[in-house]
């Protein structure tokens, strides 16, 4: 099904948008624009949302034509479900291959000139990257906002942990959160008195049992310090059972906590609670798990004075922030506007407004200033990239665990994600898998492909060997910190464009020695935790993986975590960051670059919470300028 058809019955045209009367113009329909339009929707704020890829109706059908996508596509990788759209590519992980030597490898929409290679992604399409993220929604800890001060490494933030704390509540109530507050307290996270997530945890999987028994009163020492390893799970946005006591955080404290279900433009259903399906990447069959279009659609029926606040405009790729001349004020956006997601044909025309926000991700943001010819006065657009490495490890257990079970992974190994250790080492968070080898291995496919080709199962003996092994798989995913580094950045280059002529990011990367030497000691204790569990280790890292890294004499492979921050970050004033604590251009009084990329550090969380919680923050900066 051709998607760009199932189009948004209230998108605007090119003229229409070039004619608006608007108060702020947001490029980005995904979780970070969608909270600033529906906060200052909210506010009865003229607002006009551009979006590179096309739009779909908001409707079940619209949602269906994703799966469909999915179930018949052949890599099932986290674009999978999306047509592919020539005039907003994304990467890709099945297009990334290994750097030829003196060579950028330009496979991929990202020109990569390592000297590592990555495959982290993002989308391009309404509701943007939360259509396929894993939706753990994990708070930062405090010291994670003051890396230099306690541990003489990375940055410190313009703003404390205390700071944002209110605007965690906001983004874990948007999100409709599932979690347990003891859980998280015990692992160093910080809540207000009596405070509780909208929804109860999500339950740990069987699996998480049998490795959390086996694993019983394990210890690790690390600088001195013990650590246990047991499990905690995981804070997910996702639907489960509401919490009775949310009443005094709801919109309505009379009221229970309602998840939002299925998307629509014109009811918000009551939300259908996970069902346990482990595909949850790259796409959640139930709308169990939350995505940006829950929140956009309240946006969309936002009025201002009888009429709608809000307007979108899709198939619409900005091409260059235009500055007026002599002054420090953004006085448009150029935008690309296509007809067909196939045919390169497009307008070009200006938007206008009083503020202008970028709200695509750390990797857009930075390349649609630098295409802009707006380095800022840091020259630190770009710069700073950050991501968090995956180290992947992987064993059969003695026996079956009950794989595909739940969401892709409820629970986790987090003891490790604090101490004095980081002066010297990162620190780092081990997912449980509940979908077994997949991502390390291709499994079920390449499990089958080894029983019928190498073991020469079939009929009954090949059911009984599928079943033996494939129930007993475990895979450690090791999330791991990493600190901002100048080198690892995001540049355009003239050579390098896109099918509309936009230029097309050029990332150089690299693991740092703070990141590796974590992933050195994840190794060792996935030894050890597979000796505890008496399972038996299949980790295998392949010299020809395009991740690959030697370091101390022995091979990783590294995947990348779609965390991509970083490239924008926050400070203290226009020398040291290229936006302040609101997330507002230090050079240029009517600009916000919003998201990931304003992070100065990244932790052990996944971003997605708390680059909502600093936007819902920015709305109100932003009100405050239209002011």
Known sequence: MDQSKNSFPRTIDSKKAAEGNYDVIIIGAGIAGSILAHELGKKKKRVLIIEAGAGNDFSPAGFRAYLETFYSAVSKDNQAPFNVNPNAPVPRSPDVKALRPGEPNTDAYWVQNGPFVSDSTYSRLIGGTTIHWEAKAIRMLPEDFRMLDIHKVGLNWPIEYKDLEPY????????????????????????????????????????????????????????????????????????????????PWNYDPTKDYQ??????????????????????????????????????????????????????LCQAVASQVIVDPGSSKVKAIEIKVYKDPNDPDHDTVNVKGHVFILATNAVENARLMLASGLPGTSKLIGKNLMDHPYLLNWALLPESAGLFNGPVVTSGICNLRRGSFRRYQAAFAADIHNDGWGWATGSPVSDLVNCVDNLNKFGTGLRNQMFNQISRQLLLAYMIEMLP????????????????GNLRPVVSYNIPDYSMKAAEYARQLSKQIFQRLGAEDHTAYDLLDYGHVNYNGDGYSIRGGNHLSGTHIMGTNKTNSVVNSH????????????????MPTIGTSNTTLTLSALCFRTAEAVYNDLK
């Open 168 to 247: 965690y509540r906001m983004a874990e109530r948007e999100i409709g959160v599932s979690g347990d507050v003891a859980s998280q307290k015990r692992l160093g996270a910080e809540f207000s008195e009596n405070y509780v997530y909208p929804m109860h945890e999500m339950p740990p999987s069987y699996l998480d049992q049998v490795v959390d028994k086996g694993l019983s009163g394990m210890k690790v020492k690390l600088d001195g310090t013990d650590y246990d390893i047991n499990l905690a799970t995981f804070p997910q946005g996702r639907n489960g059972i509401p919490n009775k006591e949310y009443k």
């Open 259 to 312: 998840p939002v279900g299925s998307v629509s433009l014109h009811q918000e259903d009551q939300g259908e609670r996970c069902q346990g399906n482990t595909n949850c990447v790259p796409i959640c069959p139930v709308q169990a798990k939350y995505d940006a279009r829950k929140t956009l659609v309240k946006a969309l029926n936002e009025k201002c004075n009888g009429e709608y606040c809000i307007d979108l």
């Open 485 to 500: 580094e100048e080198s690892n950045r995001v540049t355009v280059d003239p050579r390098f464009r896109d099918a509309l």
């Open 583 to 598: 997330q507002k251009s230090w050079d240029h009084t009517n600009l916000y670059l919003v998201g990931a990329g304003s």
